[in-house]
T-cell receptor, first 113, second 112 residues
Framework: DAGITQSPRHKVTETGTPVTLRCHQTENHRYMYWYRQDPGHGLRLIHYSYGVKDTDKGEVSDGYSVSRSKTEDFLLTLESATSSQTSVYFC????????????FGSGTRLTVV | KQEVTQIPAALSVPEGENLVLNCSFTDSAIYNLQWFRQDPGKGLTSLLLIQSSQREQTSGRLNASLDKSSGRSTLYIAASQPGDSATYLCAVLTGGGNKLTFGTGTQLKVEL
């Protein structure tokens, strides 16, 4: 989607290695979110941010950490990747805590081998 | 806990047919409901956003309705085309924000 970019688009990594996914927005929205999408589970919230350096946990936050040092960037880190973290990761943004709707990025397909 | 169900899980129709996708949710205390489209291997594209105070929203051949009291929303697609083939997801926003619950989607195939 225009205004929100995820990188990398695809990544294969080994079990036990740290991995960082990046979400970059040009919309100057306050809220940013990380979701994972898995068959049978749909989309689930990992972490979200409501401002620079302000973050909180979502539904499935174990094994993940986030950082937001600038309004435009929201990083998701897998401290020590496991096979259960193989998934498609989506970043989303919202201007008013979801009241104005969400805009999603194109996703990062992560495979942990 | 909010639960969102979409019926049917899959749907195949001939081109030109009008169709309805259904979304139901268990907690009617929602802020809004959003319909998305997802093409295979792609991200989510927002189609329509309905605020809790609204009854429906329209965009081109798409019309979404919301009956908050009964916990239901429908997405109506008029004159379906093969390009409409995708998975359609509904999501409801509840709580103090940041609680966006997704349904598991309806996979639509429009055949020539």
């Amino acid at each position: 989607d225009a205004g929100i970019t995820q990188s990398p688009r695809h990544k294969v990594t080994e079990t036990g290695t740290p991995v960082t996914l990046r979400c970059h927005q040009t919309e100057n929205h306050r809220y940013m979110y990380w979701y994972r999408q898995d068959p049978g589970h749909g989309l689930r919230l990992i972490h979200y941010s409501y401002g620079v350096k302000d973050t909180d946990k979502g539904e499935v936050s174990d094994g993940y950490s986030v950082s937001r040092s600038k309004t435009e960037d929201f990083l998701l880190t897998l401290e020590s990747a496991t096979s259960s973290q193989t998934s498609v990761y989506f970043c989303a943004i919202s201007e008013v805590s979801g009241l104005d709707g969400y805009t999603f990025g194109s996703g990062t397909r992560l495979t942990v081998v | 806990k909010q639960e969102v169900t979409q019926i049917p899980a899959a749907l195949s129709v001939p081109e030109g047919e009008n169709l309805v996708l259904n979304c139901s949710f268990t907690d009617s205390a929602i802020y809004n409901l959003q319909w998305f489209r997802q093409d295979p291997g792609k991200g989510l594209t927002s189609l329509l956003l309905i605020q809790s105070s609204q009854r429906e929203q329209t965009s081109g051949r798409l019309n979404a309705s919301l009956d908050k009291s009964s916990g239901r929303s429908t997405l109506y697609i008029a004159a379906s085309q093969p390009g409409d083939s995708a998975t359609y997801l509904c999501a409801v926003l509840t709580g103090g924000g940041n609680k966006l619950t997704f349904g598991t989607g309806t996979q639509l195939k429009v055949e020539l």
